[in-house]
Protein backbone atom coordinates (compact mmCIF):
# COMPACT_ATOMS: atom_id res chain seq x y z
CA UNK A 1 0.00 0.00 0.00
CA UNK A 2 1.42 3.55 -0.76
CA UNK A 3 1.43 5.38 2.24
CA UNK A 4 3.16 8.77 3.01
CA UNK A 5 3.57 11.69 5.62
CA UNK A 6 1.32 14.45 4.59
CA UNK A 7 2.63 17.90 4.07
CA UNK A 8 -0.13 20.37 3.81
CA UNK A 9 1.76 23.87 3.91
CA UNK A 10 0.57 27.39 5.45
CA UNK A 11 -1.61 27.55 2.66
CA UNK A 12 -3.76 24.34 2.08
CA UNK A 13 -4.65 24.97 5.71
CA UNK A 14 -5.92 28.31 4.43
CA UNK A 15 -6.59 30.28 1.15
CA UNK A 16 -6.19 26.68 -0.46
CA UNK A 17 -8.23 24.63 1.77
CA UNK A 18 -10.38 23.44 -1.24
CA UNK A 19 -6.91 21.83 -2.23
CA UNK A 20 -6.31 19.97 0.96
CA UNK A 21 -10.46 18.88 1.12
CA UNK A 22 -9.84 17.15 -2.69
CA UNK A 23 -6.24 15.97 -2.08
CA UNK A 24 -7.51 14.23 0.92
CA UNK A 25 -10.52 12.89 -0.97
CA UNK A 26 -8.78 11.49 -3.42
CA UNK A 27 -6.12 9.95 -1.14
CA UNK A 28 -9.26 8.20 0.68
CA UNK A 29 -10.83 6.94 -2.60
CA UNK A 30 -8.04 5.74 -4.86
CA UNK A 31 -6.25 3.84 -1.09
CA UNK A 32 -3.19 6.09 -0.97
CA UNK A 33 -2.11 6.21 2.69
CA UNK A 34 -1.92 9.90 4.16
CA UNK A 35 -1.23 11.29 7.45
CA UNK A 36 -0.91 14.74 9.00
CA UNK A 37 2.86 15.40 9.50
CA UNK A 38 3.14 16.30 13.07
CA UNK A 39 3.98 19.41 14.33
CA UNK A 40 5.16 20.48 11.26
CA UNK A 41 6.48 24.55 10.49
CA UNK A 42 6.12 26.82 7.05
CA UNK A 43 8.71 25.62 3.94
CA UNK A 44 9.68 29.18 4.40
CA UNK A 45 8.68 29.71 0.27
CA UNK A 46 9.94 32.47 -1.17
CA UNK A 47 10.27 34.31 1.69
CA UNK A 48 13.16 32.96 4.04
CA UNK A 49 16.30 32.72 0.82
CA UNK A 50 15.29 36.65 0.40
CA UNK A 51 16.04 37.07 4.13
CA UNK A 52 18.25 34.65 5.01
CA UNK A 53 19.64 31.43 3.36
CA UNK A 54 20.67 29.62 6.25
CA UNK A 55 16.90 29.96 7.63
CA UNK A 56 15.39 29.00 4.16
CA UNK A 57 17.85 25.46 4.49
CA UNK A 58 17.10 25.25 8.38
CA UNK A 59 13.08 25.56 8.35
CA UNK A 60 12.15 22.74 5.68
CA UNK A 61 15.23 20.81 7.31
CA UNK A 62 12.80 20.42 10.68
CA UNK A 63 10.19 19.55 8.76
CA UNK A 64 12.74 16.79 6.30
CA UNK A 65 14.15 15.54 9.97
CA UNK A 66 10.57 15.12 11.45
CA UNK A 67 9.44 12.87 8.43
CA UNK A 68 13.34 10.99 8.66
CA UNK A 69 12.15 9.77 12.09
CA UNK A 70 8.88 8.57 10.82
CA UNK A 71 11.12 7.03 8.02
CA UNK A 72 8.71 7.71 5.72
CA UNK A 73 8.46 9.82 2.24
CA UNK A 74 6.74 13.66 2.03
CA UNK A 75 3.42 14.32 0.48
CA UNK A 76 3.45 17.74 -0.57
CA UNK A 77 0.20 18.80 -2.91
CA UNK A 78 1.75 22.78 -2.56
CA UNK A 79 3.91 23.72 -5.54
CA UNK A 80 6.01 26.06 -3.37
CA UNK A 81 6.19 23.69 -0.32
CA UNK A 82 7.34 20.62 -2.87
CA UNK A 83 10.11 22.94 -4.21
CA UNK A 84 11.39 24.32 -1.07
CA UNK A 85 11.62 20.84 0.77
CA UNK A 86 13.08 18.96 -2.40
CA UNK A 87 15.51 21.87 -2.78
CA UNK A 88 16.78 21.65 0.63
CA UNK A 89 16.60 18.21 0.79
CA UNK A 90 18.98 18.05 -2.32
CA UNK A 91 21.37 20.85 -0.83
CA UNK A 92 22.04 19.12 2.28
CA UNK A 93 22.65 16.29 0.40
CA UNK A 94 25.37 17.63 -1.52
CA UNK A 95 26.86 19.75 1.62
CA UNK A 96 27.90 17.48 4.58
CA UNK A 97 29.34 20.75 6.35
CA UNK A 98 26.13 22.60 5.82
CA UNK A 99 24.23 19.62 7.48
CA UNK A 100 26.42 19.25 10.32
CA UNK A 101 25.56 22.73 11.44
CA UNK A 102 21.98 22.12 10.95
CA UNK A 103 21.90 18.82 12.86
CA UNK A 104 23.62 20.93 15.61
CA UNK A 105 20.66 23.09 15.90
CA UNK A 106 17.97 20.71 15.48
CA UNK A 107 19.76 18.01 18.30
CA UNK A 108 17.65 20.88 20.89
CA UNK A 109 14.79 19.58 19.55
CA UNK A 110 15.80 15.98 19.59
CA UNK A 111 15.67 16.06 15.53
CA UNK A 112 18.37 14.71 12.94
CA UNK A 113 18.33 15.35 9.07
CA UNK A 114 19.88 11.71 7.70
CA UNK A 115 18.41 12.70 4.24
CA UNK A 116 16.91 8.97 3.84
CA UNK A 117 13.41 10.27 2.50
CA UNK A 118 12.50 12.02 -0.04
CA UNK A 119 9.80 14.80 -0.95
CA UNK A 120 7.10 14.12 -3.74
CA UNK A 121 4.47 15.53 -5.04
CA UNK A 122 0.77 13.77 -5.36
CA UNK A 123 1.18 14.19 -9.30
CA UNK A 124 3.75 11.98 -9.32
CA UNK A 125 2.70 9.42 -7.20
CA UNK A 126 -0.41 8.95 -9.10
CA UNK A 127 0.55 8.66 -12.48
CA UNK A 128 4.12 6.95 -11.54
CA UNK A 129 3.67 4.91 -8.74
CA UNK A 130 -0.26 4.37 -8.41
CA UNK A 131 -0.08 4.26 -12.42
CA UNK A 132 -2.28 5.92 -14.78
CA UNK A 133 -3.95 2.36 -15.76
CA UNK A 134 -5.23 1.44 -12.32
CA UNK A 135 -6.38 5.44 -12.17
CA UNK A 136 -8.92 4.72 -15.28
CA UNK A 137 -10.31 1.53 -13.76
CA UNK A 138 -11.50 3.93 -11.36
CA UNK A 139 -13.02 6.39 -13.25
CA UNK A 140 -16.68 6.21 -12.36
CA UNK A 141 -17.87 9.55 -14.58
CA UNK A 142 -15.75 10.26 -17.50
CA UNK A 143 -15.80 13.68 -18.24
CA UNK A 144 -16.16 13.25 -21.81
CA UNK A 145 -16.74 16.40 -23.72
CA UNK A 146 -15.18 18.71 -21.16
CA UNK A 147 -11.51 20.56 -22.61
CA UNK A 148 -9.33 21.12 -19.80
CA UNK A 149 -5.93 23.44 -20.32
CA UNK A 150 -3.28 21.48 -18.36
CA UNK A 151 -1.46 24.35 -16.66
CA UNK A 152 1.55 23.73 -14.40
CA UNK A 153 3.12 26.95 -13.80
CA UNK A 154 7.36 26.92 -12.17
CA UNK A 155 8.03 25.92 -8.65
CA UNK A 156 6.59 22.52 -9.33
CA UNK A 157 8.43 21.28 -12.41
CA UNK A 158 11.68 23.51 -12.25
CA UNK A 159 14.44 23.85 -12.09
CA UNK A 160 14.90 20.10 -12.94
CA UNK A 161 17.84 19.48 -10.39
CA UNK A 162 15.45 18.78 -7.78
CA UNK A 163 11.89 19.10 -8.89
CA UNK A 164 12.81 15.29 -11.47
CA UNK A 165 9.19 14.12 -12.08
CA UNK A 166 8.12 15.69 -15.22
CA UNK A 167 10.09 17.73 -18.30
CA UNK A 168 10.56 21.10 -17.12
CA UNK A 169 9.69 23.02 -20.78
CA UNK A 170 7.34 20.38 -21.84
CA UNK A 171 5.39 18.24 -18.86
CA UNK A 172 3.04 16.06 -19.36
CA UNK A 173 1.45 14.73 -16.02
CA UNK A 174 -1.49 17.04 -16.02
CA UNK A 175 -1.90 16.54 -19.37
CA UNK A 176 -1.96 12.78 -18.77
CA UNK A 177 -4.07 12.68 -16.03
CA UNK A 178 -6.83 15.06 -17.86
CA UNK A 179 -6.63 12.48 -20.65
CA UNK A 180 -6.97 9.76 -18.33
CA UNK A 181 -10.22 10.68 -17.05
CA UNK A 182 -11.65 11.39 -20.43
CA UNK A 183 -11.14 15.31 -21.02
CA UNK A 184 -9.76 16.84 -24.32
CA UNK A 185 -6.49 18.20 -23.45
CA UNK A 186 -5.62 21.86 -24.89
CA UNK A 187 -2.43 21.89 -26.59
CA UNK A 188 -1.09 25.45 -25.85
CA UNK A 189 2.17 24.13 -25.78
CA UNK A 190 4.29 27.19 -23.78
CA UNK A 191 1.64 29.27 -22.01
CA UNK A 192 1.30 25.67 -19.80
CA UNK A 193 4.85 26.53 -18.22
CA UNK A 194 4.12 30.07 -18.19
CA UNK A 195 4.71 31.87 -14.90
CA UNK A 196 1.97 34.03 -13.44
CA UNK A 197 3.74 36.16 -11.43
CA UNK A 198 3.61 34.65 -7.81
CA UNK A 199 4.29 36.35 -4.95
CA UNK A 200 4.81 39.80 -7.26
CA UNK A 201 0.41 40.33 -6.76
CA UNK A 202 1.39 42.13 -3.30
CA UNK A 203 4.91 43.40 -4.92
CA UNK A 204 4.02 44.48 -7.68
CA UNK A 205 0.24 43.59 -9.06
CA UNK A 206 0.02 45.54 -12.82
CA UNK A 207 2.97 43.00 -13.65
CA UNK A 208 1.30 40.01 -12.13
CA UNK A 209 -2.24 41.06 -13.72
CA UNK A 210 -0.86 41.23 -16.98
CA UNK A 211 1.15 37.97 -16.73
CA UNK A 212 -2.10 36.07 -15.50
CA UNK A 213 -4.42 37.96 -18.11
CA UNK A 214 -2.16 36.39 -20.83
CA UNK A 215 -2.86 32.96 -19.37
CA UNK A 216 -6.61 33.22 -18.87
CA UNK A 217 -6.95 34.52 -22.86
CA UNK A 218 -4.75 31.91 -23.94
CA UNK A 219 -6.70 29.42 -22.42
CA UNK A 220 -9.84 30.86 -23.70
CA UNK A 221 -8.49 31.23 -27.06
CA UNK A 222 -7.43 27.38 -27.05
CA UNK A 223 -11.43 26.57 -26.32
CA UNK A 224 -10.88 25.68 -22.83
CA UNK A 225 -13.68 25.09 -20.52
CA UNK A 226 -11.36 25.13 -17.26
CA UNK A 227 -7.70 25.41 -16.08
CA UNK A 228 -6.54 23.20 -14.04
CA UNK A 229 -2.96 23.05 -11.27
CA UNK A 230 -1.42 22.19 -8.85
CA UNK A 231 -0.32 25.37 -7.57
CA UNK A 232 -2.01 27.78 -4.35
CA UNK A 233 -0.19 30.70 -5.83
CA UNK A 234 -1.45 30.16 -9.71
CA UNK A 235 -4.99 29.30 -7.93
CA UNK A 236 -4.90 32.55 -6.58
CA UNK A 237 -4.01 34.63 -9.40
CA UNK A 238 -5.99 33.10 -11.99
CA UNK A 239 -9.23 32.19 -9.72
CA UNK A 240 -9.40 34.92 -7.32
CA UNK A 241 -7.79 37.73 -9.55
CA UNK A 242 -9.95 37.19 -12.66
CA UNK A 243 -12.65 39.25 -12.00
CA UNK A 244 -10.25 42.38 -11.23
CA UNK A 245 -8.29 41.30 -14.62
CA UNK A 246 -11.55 41.51 -16.24
CA UNK A 247 -12.11 45.21 -14.71
CA UNK A 248 -9.04 46.38 -15.35
CA UNK A 249 -8.48 45.08 -18.99
CA UNK A 250 -12.11 45.08 -20.11
CA UNK A 251 -12.53 42.01 -21.00
CA UNK A 252 -15.36 39.20 -19.83
CA UNK A 253 -12.97 36.33 -19.84
CA UNK A 254 -14.88 33.25 -18.17
CA UNK A 255 -12.41 30.34 -17.07
CA UNK A 256 -13.02 28.29 -13.79
CA UNK A 257 -9.50 27.22 -12.27
CA UNK A 258 -9.26 23.76 -10.35
CA UNK A 259 -6.94 21.87 -8.70
CA UNK A 260 -6.37 18.41 -10.45
CA UNK A 261 -6.97 16.71 -7.28
CA UNK A 262 -10.44 18.69 -7.73
CA UNK A 263 -11.31 17.55 -11.33
CA UNK A 264 -10.04 14.00 -10.47
CA UNK A 265 -12.30 13.59 -7.70
CA UNK A 266 -15.58 14.37 -10.08
CA UNK A 267 -14.00 11.58 -12.63
CA UNK A 268 -13.75 9.35 -9.69
CA UNK A 269 -17.69 9.87 -8.81
CA UNK A 270 -16.96 12.41 -5.71
CA UNK A 271 -19.60 15.12 -4.88
CA UNK A 272 -18.58 18.29 -5.53
CA UNK A 273 -18.69 19.56 -2.06
CA UNK A 274 -16.63 16.93 -0.97
CA UNK A 275 -14.15 18.21 -3.37
CA UNK A 276 -14.55 21.78 -2.27
CA UNK A 277 -15.98 22.99 -5.04
CA UNK A 278 -18.23 25.37 -3.48
CA UNK A 279 -14.42 27.32 -2.34
CA UNK A 280 -13.47 28.44 -5.43
CA UNK A 281 -14.38 31.72 -6.72
CA UNK A 282 -15.01 31.42 -10.75
CA UNK A 283 -18.40 29.63 -10.59
CA UNK A 284 -17.42 26.31 -11.96
CA UNK A 285 -21.29 25.77 -12.85
CA UNK A 286 -20.24 25.32 -16.71
CA UNK A 287 -17.84 21.91 -15.46
CA UNK A 288 -20.36 20.48 -13.45
CA UNK A 289 -23.09 20.47 -15.58
CA UNK A 290 -21.10 18.77 -18.50
CA UNK A 291 -20.22 16.31 -15.79
CA UNK A 292 -23.66 16.03 -14.74
CA UNK A 293 -24.41 14.73 -18.83
CA UNK B 1 43.05 50.22 -18.95
CA UNK B 2 42.35 53.36 -15.84
CA UNK B 3 38.77 52.76 -16.55
CA UNK B 4 35.80 50.26 -17.84
CA UNK B 5 32.88 51.34 -20.10
CA UNK B 6 29.86 49.66 -18.52
CA UNK B 7 28.37 47.85 -21.30
CA UNK B 8 25.00 47.85 -18.97
CA UNK B 9 24.64 51.00 -17.78
CA UNK B 10 26.20 53.15 -20.87
CA UNK B 11 28.46 54.94 -17.90
CA UNK B 12 31.94 54.55 -17.48
CA UNK B 13 33.02 53.52 -13.91
CA UNK B 14 36.40 53.42 -12.64
CA UNK B 15 38.01 50.37 -11.95
CA UNK B 16 38.44 51.23 -7.85
CA UNK B 17 34.65 52.13 -8.17
CA UNK B 18 34.29 48.08 -8.33
CA UNK B 19 33.72 45.99 -5.38
CA UNK B 20 35.87 43.08 -5.91
CA UNK B 21 34.57 41.45 -2.38
CA UNK B 22 31.13 41.58 -3.62
CA UNK B 23 31.09 39.10 -6.10
CA UNK B 24 32.96 36.76 -4.12
CA UNK B 25 30.29 36.89 -0.97
CA UNK B 26 27.73 36.49 -3.86
CA UNK B 27 28.98 33.82 -5.30
CA UNK B 28 30.13 32.13 -1.38
CA UNK B 29 26.30 32.75 -0.62
CA UNK B 30 24.32 31.67 -3.66
CA UNK B 31 26.61 28.72 -4.12
CA UNK B 32 27.12 28.89 -7.74
CA UNK B 33 29.64 30.46 -10.32
CA UNK B 34 28.31 33.73 -11.72
CA UNK B 35 31.98 34.05 -13.42
CA UNK B 36 30.62 31.32 -15.80
CA UNK B 37 28.43 33.44 -17.50
CA UNK B 38 29.50 34.38 -20.97
CA UNK B 39 26.51 36.74 -21.28
CA UNK B 40 24.45 34.80 -24.12
CA UNK B 41 21.19 36.54 -22.55
CA UNK B 42 19.16 33.40 -22.74
CA UNK B 43 17.87 34.02 -19.15
CA UNK B 44 16.73 37.70 -20.03
CA UNK B 45 14.96 36.25 -23.11
CA UNK B 46 13.05 34.18 -20.79
CA UNK B 47 12.32 36.18 -17.89
CA UNK B 48 8.61 36.50 -17.61
CA UNK B 49 9.19 39.57 -15.60
CA UNK B 50 11.60 41.18 -18.11
CA UNK B 51 9.35 43.91 -19.00
CA UNK B 52 8.99 46.19 -15.78
CA UNK B 53 12.98 45.45 -14.62
CA UNK B 54 15.13 48.09 -14.58
CA UNK B 55 17.97 45.90 -15.90
CA UNK B 56 17.79 42.46 -17.35
CA UNK B 57 18.95 39.30 -15.67
CA UNK B 58 21.89 39.09 -17.87
CA UNK B 59 22.84 42.28 -16.99
CA UNK B 60 22.52 42.04 -13.30
CA UNK B 61 24.93 39.44 -13.56
CA UNK B 62 27.48 40.94 -15.71
CA UNK B 63 27.39 44.14 -13.11
CA UNK B 64 27.49 41.76 -9.93
CA UNK B 65 30.85 40.59 -11.93
CA UNK B 66 32.34 43.57 -11.79
CA UNK B 67 31.27 44.25 -8.76
CA UNK B 68 28.43 47.13 -9.23
CA UNK B 69 27.51 46.61 -5.22
CA UNK B 70 25.70 49.49 -5.62
CA UNK B 71 23.52 49.48 -8.56
CA UNK B 72 22.85 46.19 -8.38
CA UNK B 73 21.48 46.29 -4.76
CA UNK B 74 19.09 49.49 -5.37
CA UNK B 75 18.06 47.87 -8.57
CA UNK B 76 14.25 47.35 -9.04
CA UNK B 77 15.12 43.83 -10.69
CA UNK B 78 15.93 41.71 -7.95
CA UNK B 79 12.37 42.15 -6.35
CA UNK B 80 11.03 41.81 -9.22
CA UNK B 81 12.09 38.59 -10.06
CA UNK B 82 9.86 35.65 -9.43
CA UNK B 83 11.44 32.53 -8.75
CA UNK B 84 10.54 31.32 -11.47
CA UNK B 85 13.46 29.18 -12.54
CA UNK B 86 13.28 29.28 -15.85
CA UNK B 87 16.64 31.25 -16.59
CA UNK B 88 18.13 28.20 -14.51
CA UNK B 89 16.37 25.67 -16.44
CA UNK B 90 17.72 27.38 -19.34
CA UNK B 91 21.11 28.49 -18.55
CA UNK B 92 23.63 26.88 -20.66
CA UNK B 93 26.25 27.74 -17.86
CA UNK B 94 24.28 25.86 -15.08
CA UNK B 95 24.43 29.62 -13.30
CA UNK B 96 21.52 29.53 -10.30
CA UNK B 97 20.01 33.02 -11.48
CA UNK B 98 17.27 32.68 -8.76
CA UNK B 99 19.46 32.34 -5.65
CA UNK B 100 21.96 35.24 -6.56
CA UNK B 101 18.63 36.70 -6.74
CA UNK B 102 17.75 35.71 -3.31
CA UNK B 103 21.23 36.66 -2.04
CA UNK B 104 21.19 40.38 -3.68
CA UNK B 105 17.51 40.81 -1.77
CA UNK B 106 19.67 39.03 1.18
CA UNK B 107 22.05 41.34 0.86
CA UNK B 108 19.97 44.64 0.14
CA UNK B 109 17.77 44.10 3.88
CA UNK B 110 20.85 43.33 5.38
CA UNK B 111 22.51 46.64 4.42
CA UNK B 112 19.45 48.47 4.48
CA UNK B 113 20.00 49.68 0.38
CA UNK B 114 16.63 51.42 -0.19
CA UNK B 115 14.27 49.76 -2.15
CA UNK B 116 12.42 51.05 -5.34
CA UNK B 117 10.37 48.46 -4.41
CA UNK B 118 9.86 48.82 -1.04
CA UNK B 119 6.67 45.53 -0.83
CA UNK B 120 9.30 43.31 -2.10
CA UNK B 121 11.69 43.83 1.20
CA UNK B 122 8.43 44.08 3.69
CA UNK B 123 6.79 41.26 1.93
CA UNK B 124 9.38 38.98 2.57
CA UNK B 125 10.75 40.44 5.88
CA UNK B 126 7.22 40.86 7.91
CA UNK B 127 6.71 36.71 6.16
CA UNK B 128 9.59 35.63 7.78
CA UNK B 129 8.45 37.26 11.36
CA UNK B 130 5.19 35.89 11.11
CA UNK B 131 7.19 32.50 10.64
CA UNK B 132 9.44 33.22 13.41
CA UNK B 133 5.89 33.99 16.00
CA UNK B 134 4.05 30.55 15.04
CA UNK B 135 6.12 28.70 12.90
CA UNK B 136 3.27 28.87 9.94
CA UNK B 137 2.05 31.75 8.28
CA UNK B 138 -1.23 33.56 9.64
CA UNK B 139 -2.48 35.41 6.16
CA UNK B 140 -4.65 37.80 7.96
CA UNK B 141 -1.88 39.22 9.87
CA UNK B 142 1.15 39.44 7.26
CA UNK B 143 -1.81 41.03 5.59
CA UNK B 144 -2.27 43.54 8.16
CA UNK B 145 1.12 43.82 9.45
CA UNK B 146 2.16 44.22 5.47
CA UNK B 147 -0.02 47.15 5.07
CA UNK B 148 0.73 48.93 8.19
CA UNK B 149 4.04 49.37 6.89
CA UNK B 150 3.45 49.89 3.13
CA UNK B 151 0.79 52.06 3.76
CA UNK B 152 -3.16 51.82 4.24
CA UNK B 153 -4.49 52.04 0.09
CA UNK B 154 -2.78 48.61 -0.24
CA UNK B 155 -5.80 47.01 2.40
CA UNK B 156 -8.20 49.07 0.92
CA UNK B 157 -7.38 47.76 -2.52
CA UNK B 158 -7.27 44.19 -2.18
CA UNK B 159 -10.29 44.52 0.54
CA UNK B 160 -12.90 42.62 -2.30
CA UNK B 161 -10.72 39.50 -1.76
CA UNK B 162 -9.94 39.78 1.46
CA UNK B 163 -14.12 39.51 1.59
CA UNK B 164 -14.57 36.95 -0.72
CA UNK B 165 -11.65 34.89 0.69
CA UNK B 166 -13.43 35.42 4.13
CA UNK B 167 -16.89 34.56 2.94
CA UNK B 168 -15.73 31.29 1.56
CA UNK B 169 -14.14 30.00 4.99
CA UNK B 170 -10.68 30.53 3.38
CA UNK B 171 -9.33 33.04 5.90
CA UNK B 172 -8.41 31.57 9.83
CA UNK B 173 -8.94 34.24 11.89
CA UNK B 174 -6.95 32.93 14.69
CA UNK B 175 -3.00 32.18 13.77
CA UNK B 176 -2.11 28.21 14.00
CA UNK B 177 1.03 27.89 16.57
CA UNK B 178 3.24 25.07 16.24
CA UNK B 179 3.98 23.40 19.58
CA UNK B 180 7.66 23.65 19.46
CA UNK B 181 7.11 27.39 18.25
CA UNK B 182 10.12 28.10 21.12
CA UNK B 183 12.61 25.69 19.41
CA UNK B 184 12.02 27.01 16.26
CA UNK B 185 12.28 30.42 17.20
CA UNK B 186 15.72 29.61 18.79
CA UNK B 187 16.34 27.75 15.46
CA UNK B 188 16.21 31.23 13.45
CA UNK B 189 18.20 32.84 16.06
CA UNK B 190 21.03 30.41 15.50
CA UNK B 191 20.61 30.83 11.51
CA UNK B 192 21.32 34.18 12.33
CA UNK B 193 24.40 33.65 14.24
CA UNK B 194 25.73 31.18 11.62
CA UNK B 195 25.14 33.27 8.75
CA UNK B 196 26.69 36.64 10.67
CA UNK B 197 29.73 34.31 11.75
CA UNK B 198 30.27 33.41 7.55
CA UNK B 199 30.20 37.82 7.43
CA UNK B 200 33.13 37.89 9.65
CA UNK B 201 34.99 35.14 7.98
CA UNK B 202 33.75 36.81 4.86
CA UNK B 203 35.56 40.00 6.28
CA UNK B 204 38.52 38.80 7.46
CA UNK B 205 39.72 36.45 3.80
Redesign the interface.
Known sequence: MLSYIYFPG?SL?????EYDIATRAVCKELGIEIAEME????C?????????????I??PA?DLAIADREKKDILAPCAACYHFLARANE?LREKPELKE?IN???A??NLEYKGFIEVRHPLDIIINDYDLENIKKKIAKPLTGLKVAPYYG??MI???TFCKFDN??NPQTLDKLAAAVGAEVAQWREWK???C????Q????D?MM??TRRILVKAEENGADCIVTACPFCHMNLD??QS?INAAFDLKLYVPVLYFSQLLGLALGLSPRELGL??I?VSPKKILEAVAH | MESEKAMVTGRTIKREQFDSGFSKLIEE???TDIYACYQCGICSGGC??N??MEYTPRQIIRMAQLGMKEDVLSSNTI??C?????C??RCPREI?L??VM??L??RA?KEGFPSK?M??QV???T??EN?KKY???H?IELYMN?ARKTGINKLV?QL??GL??FR?????LSP?K???VD??K???Q???Q??EGEDEENEEG
Open positions: CHATAMDWNCGATAAYAVDRFLSALRIKKVLSMCLKPPPETKCGGALMIKEAELMMKDKK | VAGPVFVWLASCNTFTDPEATKSIIEGLYKMVMGRVEFKPMTLKGKLKEIKSQLALISAKVE
